[in-house]
């Protein structure tokens, strides 16, 4: 009597053809996933006070650039510099554009906030959400895996951190996965079409005016493009249409860069300039810690995406690399090379190359899954355990992946804005970004201008002579939380020091007026930290 029991493959085969059939399903389990991780530390008044203040008063500076542009059309630099000499806690100058631009629009709608900044983010993390899902089903033709790359990507603790951050590497992403879907979509015509070739361009082009950091994926892509039909593809003209195209639309970020940010150039060409050189651990481009050190941090910050990569590794010799696979290779080896190429290094560079290799994994899982027969019964529950093991760890990391934040900055500034009226506040301490940021959220009428002490005052500075040349109405003094050796001490600590003798001092020109309360650290461990600020004692009534 035969079995009337479908076979292990027909089962997988219908699994899929399901999976198939309700494919929309999958981003936006995925965008949902996304907001259920994200939003809650979203929605909170709260900020890093050092970037991500900075990337936050890059918005503040072009909604004010848009209200005031009868002024910035009659004289740009002019109104630009004396923007900067009132709230130099900026990006502008480092940084392209685009993201800022789309953050003064969400500001305008919502209003100027921490909450309005991480929401930009957030727009920008669900639309690459919903490409990345896009760009990996296209190129594997498999939804199973780029689900899965989606819901591994999503969990990673670092996703998280950079979605819920005013940062630019997943707004940044988010157009770069999109050229990867158009790309894709058309190449398997073998031959693109001139639209299709300047929507990649202009999507890549949109993808480094955010931040230049994709920069790598860009050209692994165009690697690949060059080399996947070696050498037919050389013969195509397309390739040259859109490496002409890309460089015209990219003249305009390389002159920016190299004349308004050239320490960013500096610091991958040359020697570091000083603002980075906390970030250098290996100084010699000899020394082979130089180039492996991103091997240390995958495994010490990113230890599932190399496990999985380990995991794919192995897989290879029962499944023949695929195209795409051949693909994300490029990008792995290209980001790794290039991030161990600048001396300045970071947790987050690292981001760049354990992304593809987590669609390498999804699609080891797939191909495993799809070898379940009789004789591998215990596979799928294999794999299944071992997947639902993975996200979770993923999203139990999440919390210990947290950064440092501040909050309380907004009733300071309220206070400050509101009894001080006009004036020159003088900031001394290691937040004052964050500082500067909410006062001129507050300032909105432009009446205050802010200094910062570790900017105007050196430790072997005459005090005296720089109150002389400019004259300070209100000096804020952030409690000491610089250590000793940690990169900073040196810039704050002598100077918290002149400050203190001179507010000290019988004949000081400056008396104890108010005090204000901050929080700041992880969140869950946070500490007050004590803001005293002094006022003149020339200084006429203050409500």
């Given amino acids: 009597m035969s079995s009337t029991l479908p076979s292990p493959n027909k089962e997988a085969s219908e699994g899929v053809s399901l999976l198939s059939r309700h494919a929309w399903l999958a981003p936006l389990i995925l965008v949902v996933l996304n907001a259920l991780l994200t939003l809650p530390e979203i929605l909170t008044e709260r900020i890093y006070p050092w970037d991500d203040a900075l990337y936050a008063a890059n918005g503040t500076f072009f909604l004010t650039l848009f209200q005031s542009l009868p002024a910035v059309i009659a004289d740009p630099m002019s109104w630009m510099t004396e923007y900067y000499r009132q709230y130099p806690a900026l990006f502008v100058r480092r940084q392209p554009p685009v993201f800022s631009i789309i953050e003064s629009g969400i500001y305008g709608i919502l209003g100027i906030s921490a909450i309005s900044a991480k929401l930009t983010v957030f727009l920008f993390s669900s639309i690459f959400v919903i490409g990345w899902f896009m760009a990996i089903k296209i190129w594997t033709n498999r939804t199973s895996i780029a689900f899965l790359t989606g819901l591994l990507t999503l969990s990673l603790p670092m996703t998280v951190q950079l979605s819920t951050a005013v940062r630019l590497d997943i707004p940044a992403l988010a157009f770069f996965v999109w050229a990867l879907y158009f790309f894709h979509g058309f190449e398997e015509r073998k031959r693109i079409s001139f639209p299709t070739i300047c929507l990649v361009c202009i999507l890549l082009a949109g993808s480094l005016y955010t931040y230049q950091l994709p920069m790598f994926g860009v050209i692994a892509l165009f690697v690949y493009w060059a080399t996947s039909n070696w050498p037919n593809n050389l013969k195509d003209n397309g390739i040259y249409v859109a490496a002409g195209i890309f460089t015209l639309l990219m003249i305009p970020l390389i002159v920016f860069t190299l004349k308004f940010a050239y320490d960013n150039v500096a610091g991958v060409v040359g020697k570091t300039v000083k603002d980075f050189e906390v970030f250098t651990p290996v100084d010699s481009k000899l020394d082979p810690k130089y180039w492996l050190y991103y091997l240390g941090i995958a495994w010490d910050i990113y230890r599932l995406p190399t496990l999985a990569l380990f995991f794919w590794l192995a897989t290879k010799w029962k499944f023949p690399i695929k195209n795409w696979e051949i693909f994300m290779l490029l990008w792995i080896l290209a980001a790794y090379l290039g991030f161990s190429l600048f001396p300045s290094k970071g947790d987050r560079y690292a981001y760049y ?182 006022i003149r004692k020339d200084a006429g009534a203050v409500r």
């Fill in 353 to 534: 190359f354990m992304l593809p290799a987590l669609s390498l994994a999804a699609g080891a899982f797939a191909d495993f899954w799809s070898i379940a027969d009789a004789r591998r019964r215990f596979l799928r529950p294999v794999l299944t355990v071992t997947l639902v093991m993975a996200i979770s760890w993923n999203i139990i990391s999440i919390p210990g992946a947290r950064p440092p934040l501040t909050t309380g900055f907004d009733a300071v500034a309220k206070g400050l804005t509101s009894d001080l009226g006009s004036g020159n506040i003088l900031y001394h301490g290691r937040l004052e970004s964050a500082f500067i940021y909410y006062v001129a959220k507050e300032d909105r009428q432009r009446k205050l201008r802010v200094l910062r002490s570790g900017n105007e005052l050196t430790a072997d500075q005459d005090i005296a002579e720089f109150m002389s040349k400019t004259p300070i109405d209100v000096i804020v003094m952030q409690e000491d939380t610089s250590k000793q050796g940690n990169g900073y001490a040196e810039v704050y600590q002598p100077v918290y020091r002149k400050l203190v003798d001179l507010l000290s001092a019988p004949d000081s020109p400056f008396r104890p007026w108010r005090e204000f309360k901050i929080r700041y650290g992880v969140p869950g461990n946070e500490n007050d930290v004590a803001l005293q600020a002094y």
